[in-house]
């Protein structure tokens, strides 16, 4: 069925056991950015914190409330950025932007992405884009107002907003 | 479903004017497609609805035979749009019972008609029985769609007059309990809707348009979702402007009515300036046209006109007594249907009286994205979200609603198949 693409086993895993779930309060000496994203189509509200130590992002801490999809992605981007070196955060971002942009004929990067791949399926609904890519955005923000080198904000809140 | 033994005597339901659904169905080609593999099963009405075929025809046939300009042609082809356009405004006229086709306004849809009405107040001059200010107050309610808010909050602010509402029940009913002091000598203006888009609920108008009166205020009725569902007779209201869009009638976007009483039509000062809205145009100023030209400056939506002629011609033709039957039978069926699903709540009247057939509801621990994606997959099409009703949702605790909405071409298995796919959602994230 159409829908087993979109819901892969994976992502109903990450929303149904969220990984890492909750807004941490960062250690002493870090430089802290915070980020909370709403979709105002559909309400979905995500809020992330990027705690860094220098270059690395030492904790990513998120909350928020919505669907699977915006859910599970807060989870996944959890996953996968926390306790990188910003550079290495910042391409697997741009792999899942560029991902979820692909209309489903990017294939996706195991290597780089991890759980992020089961977000393929998802590309091909333009309605929910947006949903998977509410946390990456406010991270996007986020990173910035914590100060760490190599993001640019300005795409960030356009492309949440919109419709 | 429960039935009632109705008295001898009395109007039995057989007496009720029905149609055959299926025929019906037949008039709209939409409704044999397929989406994702599955028939279609379309429960959006209220977003917007399906065209007949008879307003699709209309709408080729004017535009291949009869396309020109209204209102400024002397030559053939031009008389006959404009006997078309004005036409199209008789029908409506007719339709809702207006006093005469003057008092029907064309506008492009319902928030339009609404806003024209925000900006022919606050255009008007401070002697004028329509001037607002500092003091004056203008009454809303907590179910309303954002077209029939943000203009109103949009007026408070360029006038300094206050914006109240009215509270809704649990059981999703406006709360009239301090309609005597919500509704006082400084009301100036009530606006609510007569059939709610969310809830479904249909308002009562007999004691708000009363009080309003009393104390000078006007009444505005947003029948968007009143219109197309029910039968509308503006003499019967009371009310003073009836704001309704066409494209949730059957008719093409692009076309919306404001009724308005003509007395006071007569009194609004323009909003929109330009061709066909004026009397005499000299270089330093101008005089306006009567309503409802005044109103309508530019080239208006000719070819929508003459659709939503279609289209009440069509409505009329099947009758909107039988439809209003229709849609409360099956509102009956669904609300007893939906019964049996686990972790599901109904926003809004659970009973099928003063309602008609749009019922919002959520169901446990799965958001309304998620629901209407899988419904999608099964081919059953819902509306999810806040429905533009934002502040409804607040006032229910929640983010956002599942939304089914039913029209004349609605069947019961359709609201079978709704019920089918809630379990299939209820499975994924069981
Ligand atoms: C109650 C109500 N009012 C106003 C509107 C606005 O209609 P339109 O978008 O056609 O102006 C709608 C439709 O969404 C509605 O349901």
Redesign the interface.
């Known amino acids: 069925m159409e829908f087993e693409q979109l819901y892969q086993e994976i992502i109903l895993d990450h929303y149904k056991h969220p990984h890492g779930r909750g807004l941490r309060e960062p250690v002493t000496g870090s430089s802290v950015g915070e980020a909370h994203h709403v979709n105002p189509t559909c309400g979905d509200e995500v809020t992330i914190r990027v705690a860094a130590d220098g270059d690395v992002l030492a904790d990513v801490s998120y909350d928020g409330m919505g669907c699977s999809i915006s859910q599970a992605s807060a989870s996944v981007l959890h996953e996968l950025l926390r306790g990188q070196h910003a550079g290495q955060a910042f391409k697997i971002m741009d792999g899942f932007v560029e991902l979820m942009g692909g209309r489903g004929q990017v294939t996706p990067d195991e290597e780089l992405l991890g759980d992020g791949i089961a977000f393929a399926g998802v590309a091909r609904y333009p309605a929910r884009v947006k949903c998977a890519l509410l946390p990456w955005m406010a991270f996007k923000d986020a990173a910035v107002r914590a100060g760490v080198a190599g993001s640019s904000p300005s795409a960030a809140a356009s492309e949440v907003q919109g419709s | 479903m429960t039935t009632i033994t109705i008295p001898e005597g009395m109007p039995q339901y057989g007496d009720v004017p029905r149609f055959d659904v299926e025929k019906v169905r037949a008039d709209f080609p939409i409704l044999g497609r397929e989406v ?2 599955h028939p279609m099963v379309y429960l959006d009405s209220g977003n917007t609805s399906q065209k007949p075929r008879q307003v699709i025809d209309a709408m080729r046939e004017h535009f291949e035979h009869h396309n020109a300009n209204v209102a400024r042609s002397v030559h053939q082809v031009g008389t006959e749009a404009t006997e078309a356009y004005e036409g199209a405004r008789a029908k409506v006229a007719r339709f809702v019972n207006a006093a005469s086709p003057e008092e029907i306004v064309f506008v492009k849809n319902a928030t339009e008609a609404i806003n024209l009405v925000a900006y022919a107040i606050s255009n008007s001059p401070a002697a004028s029985r329509l001037a607002l200010g500092p003091g004056d107050e203008i009454v809303i309610s907590e179910m309303e769609h954002h077209s029939n808010i943000v203009p109103w909050q949009l007026l408070c602010e360029r006038t300094g007059a206050t914006l109240r509402w009215f509270k809704v029940t649990d059981a999703g009913r406006l709360d009239l309990e301090d309609l005597d002091e919500l509704v006082n000598e400084r009301t100036k203006l009530v606006s609510y809707a007569l059939v709610s888009n969310v809830l479904g609920t249909v308002n009562p108008t007999s004691a708000i348009t009363a009080r309003a009166h009393e104390v000078g205020a006007l009444v505005l009725l947003d029948a968007s979702q009143g219109v197309p569902h029910i039968p509308v007779d503006v003499a019967d209201l009371g009310a003073d402007f009836l704001a309704f869009t066409g494209h949730k009638m059957c008719g093409p976007t692009g076309i919306g009515v404001l009724w308005g009483r003509y007395e006071l039509l007569e009194q609004m000062p323009p909003v929109l300036g330009g061709g066909s809205m004026i009397e005499t145009v000299t270089m330093e100023r101008s005089t306006f046209a009567a309503p409802p030209a005044r109103f309508e400056a530019g080239t208006p939506p000719i070819a929508e006109a003459v659709g939503l002629g279609a289209a009440v011609d069509y409505l009329t033709g099947i009758g909107m007594e039988a439809i209003r039957w229709h849609e409360k039978e099956l509102a009956a069926y669904a609300l007893d249907a939906l019964g049996t699903v686990p972790g599901l709540r109904i926003f809004g009247p659970t009973t099928p009286v003063g309602r008609g057939g749009t019922i919002s509801f959520g169901l446990d621990g799965v ?4 629901v209407g ?2 419904l999608d ?1 099964v081919g059953v099409e819902v509306r ?3 429905h533009c009703a ?1 502040p409804l ?1 607040v006032r229910y605790g929640v ?2 609603m599942t939304r089914a909405s039913f029209y004349l071409y609605t069947t019961t298995d359709e609201v079978d198949a709704l019920v089918r796919g809630l379990e299939q959602v209820r499975k ?2 069981g």
């Open positions: 994702n593999g958001h309304p994205h998620d994606q899988i997959s999810v979200g806040h934002r949702c983010p956002a994924v994230f």
